[in-house]
């Protein structure tokens, strides 16, 4: 079985469409481009040409390439761009990877990103492990038989230090849905060295007969991000300076605020995931500086232009793209930190959990009493984000959805609490916002 054509960091050799069909258009690229921009904008998730004839198979590969592949030249010229398609195109390979036909489809994918040698298919699998043994048995694998994998430990570290997985014999085994996310950031991390290695090729292109073209889209690309960053209700969180209001964190964000406010000390990852979060809704680089500065433990004995101009002042600049690559990161989503960050529904005990939620709500109701129990479950179930859905539940007393980003709890918990009143021109009604975003 043959990779799948839609994995866009293939090289053109490896594609199954004819060499001459995938020539370099600088009139149309642009075009296919900016549909491609168009369909990440509106969250369309879509296989090229599925069940369609050859012709308009080779056409809409031909498209993928061409749309990815130009707006992989402008994110080597700008890196805030970068950071957009990189997550923009992971979000969609995972999506296609999750909904591949068959087993086999998903290993041919894992296998590619991986490698051959680091990925064990089904069937090899059981002849090489022994089913019955109680490791297997503990973790049910006997029901999983034809949907299960074998994955280097070095491909999977987060399920290894999670304990979601079978470690054996330096193999991680479980179904194969359950490394659709490390498939996503490796294929991630392979995407960011093929923006590098355009970036070093550009030059080897005409590159008059791109730079129009390629300026237009950035410039376009900006504008794009820009408002992505606002909600597609037009709110700008810096408005409402929210990062003042921790009644809406989420619960993740709103430890480690407490802990440095408290404590003064949070661990590197840590900073970076709180520091995003309070950059993305609003608070400026000069309003952080002075919150490390005057809350942080490690910068007592130094002056504020020490701290500013030292390595945890330039730490808070790099944030912003002040410095460095000039990089301007956006908040880490759920999926992120659940893996490389903070998630209290996965890195708090049980019983730590629940001995907060008592000590919050003091005499629980009915109704909170049994979202306090569906919590738990949902915790020991390993389901972090529909327990932050129950969660917000508990606190503000509105079914939510899970969400998958921080940034959405916090918008739809502000409007839940009438801290943010938008009305619908055309309806003048206000509008309830979606949490899965």
Known sequence: MSVPDWIVIKRINEVSVPREEMQ????????????RVNKFVHQQRWYPAEGANRGNYNKEIYEEFAGHGLLRIVAAEDP????????????????????????DVKVEVAKYIFGDNKVIGPRDLWSQFNIDENDF???????????????????????VSNRSALLRNGWVIGLIDDFANSVKSTFEQKLREKIRESKENIDRIARGSIQEPVAKLKEELSKVIHSMSAGRDGIVLSDFRLYT?????????????????????INHVERLQLGLFLKNIGMTVDEQLHFWYERAVDNIGLTFDQFSNGAPGYQIKYMYGLVGGGTDYSAHKCSSIQDDSYCPFIHQSVKTIEDNLRKEIKNPSQMQEELIRNLIRLVVDKKPSEACAV????RYNKKAYPSNHPISYLRYAAKTLKLIDIVDEKSENIKEPKTEE
């Not at 950071?83 to 087993?103: A, M």
């Not at 969660?391 to 508990?394: E, G, R, V």
């Open 391 to 394: 969660m917000f539940q508990i």
């Open 24 to 35: 370099i258009d600088m009139e149309n690229w642009p075009v296919i481009a900016q549909e």
């Open 80 to 103: 805030r761009v970068q950071g957009w398609l990189v997550e923009q195109e992971g979000d969609l390979f995972e999506w296609r990877f999750l909904k591949s036909k068959t087993t």
């Open 245 to 265: 209001r921790q009644s809406v964190f989420p619960q993740c964000m709103l430890d480690l605020y407490n802990e440095v406010m408290n404590h003064g000390h």
């Open 137 to 159: 048995k503990e973790f049910k694998m006997g029901t999983k038989r034809t949907g299960s994998i074998g994955v280097h430990f070095t491909c999977a570290p987060k399920l």
